[in-house]
C-alpha cells in the first residue's frame, strides 16, 4: 500500500501506542485497525512510517532497548563491573515493559544496535582487552542478557527469592534441599550469573586478577 504523501500523526506516537497497546495485552493483541484507532486515525495513515506491522514491532523493540541507561565507565578500568551494571540496566528496561520482551527475539536485529556495539569495543579496547576477546564478551552477554531477561519476564514480577516451587522433597531432595538454601532473588542470580561469566572469560582469556580484585589484562 503506498504511503499517504503528508503525516497525520508522528513517528514516536506509532510506537509510544503501539508499546501501550502490547503492555495491555501482550503482542498478540497488536493490529494495525487497533493502533489506529488508538490514534485516532484510519489505518493507512500509519504507512507514512511504516511499511507493515513488522517495521512497527522492530520500532517498538528499539525503543524498548533505548531506554537502558549506560552506566558512567569507572575510572579504573574493570570493565567486568562496567559491563555487568550495563546489563543489569538492560534487564531493567526490558521488564518494564514485560510482556513486550518476547518480541525483541525476533525485531531486534545486531545492525540497529551497532554504534552501541562499537562504543562497548572501544571501551574494552581503551581497558586493554585483548582484541580476540571482544566478540566473545559482546555477542556471549548479548545472548547471556536476552535470554535470561525474556526467561524472566515470562514469568510473574517477584522480588522474593527465586524458587522451584514444584520440587517434591521425596521425589527432588537435592533440588529441595537447594531451594531452600537459596536466599537469593531473580536480579541478584541475574547479576552473578553476568559477572561471573565475564570474569570466567578475564580468567581462560589471559585476563588476570590481582589482589585487590580489580582486572589486569595481558595480552
Known amino acids: 500500500m503506498p504511503r499517504p504523501s503528508t503525516p497525520l500523526i508522528s513517528r514516536e506516537a506509532t510506537i509510544e501506542a503501539a508499546l501501550s497497546i502490547i503492555d495491555e495485552d501482550g503482542p498478540e493483541a497488536l493490529s494495525l485497525p487497533r493502533l489506529a484507532r488508538e490514534l485516532h486515525v484510519k489505518a493507512p495513515s500509519l504507512y507514512y512510517h511504516f511499511a507493515d506491522k513488522n517495521e512497527i514491532l522492530t520500532a517498538v523493540a528499539q525503543a524498548i532497548v533505548a531506554k537502558t541507561v549506560f552506566p558512567r565507565k569507572p575510572v579504573s578500568g574493570d570493565w567486568a563491573e562496567w559491563f555487568t551494571q550495563l546489563s543489569l540496566n538492560f534487564r531493567a528496561a526490558v521488564l518494564r ?7 525483541l527475539l525476533q525485531f531486534l536485529p545486531r545492525d540497529m544496535l551497532i554504534d552501541l556495539y562499537e562504543s562497548a569495543a ?18 556471549g552477554l548479548e545472548k547471556l542478557s536476552l535470554g535470561a531477561t525474556i526467561a524472566e519476564a515470562m514469568r510473574p514480577a517477584s522480588r522474593s527469592r527465586v524458587q522451584f516451587p514444584h520440587a517434591d522433597p521425596e521425589r527432588h531432595p537435592v533440588l529441595s534441599a537447594a531451594d531452600r538454601a537459596n536466599r537469593l532473588n531473580a536480579r541478584q542470580i541475574f547479576e552473578h550469573t553476568v559477572r561471573s561469566y565475564l570474569l570466567g572469560i578475564a580468567h581462560f582469556g589471559s585476563v588476570e586478577t590481582t589482589a585487590s580484585g580489580q582486572l589486569d589484562v595481558t595480552a
Open 97 to 103: 515493559h514485560r510482556r513486550a520482551a518476547p518480541i
Open 122 to 139: 572501544q571501551y574494552l579496547q581503551e581497558c586493554g582487552v585483548p582484541v580476540e576477546l571482544h566478540v566473545q564478551i559482546l555477542d
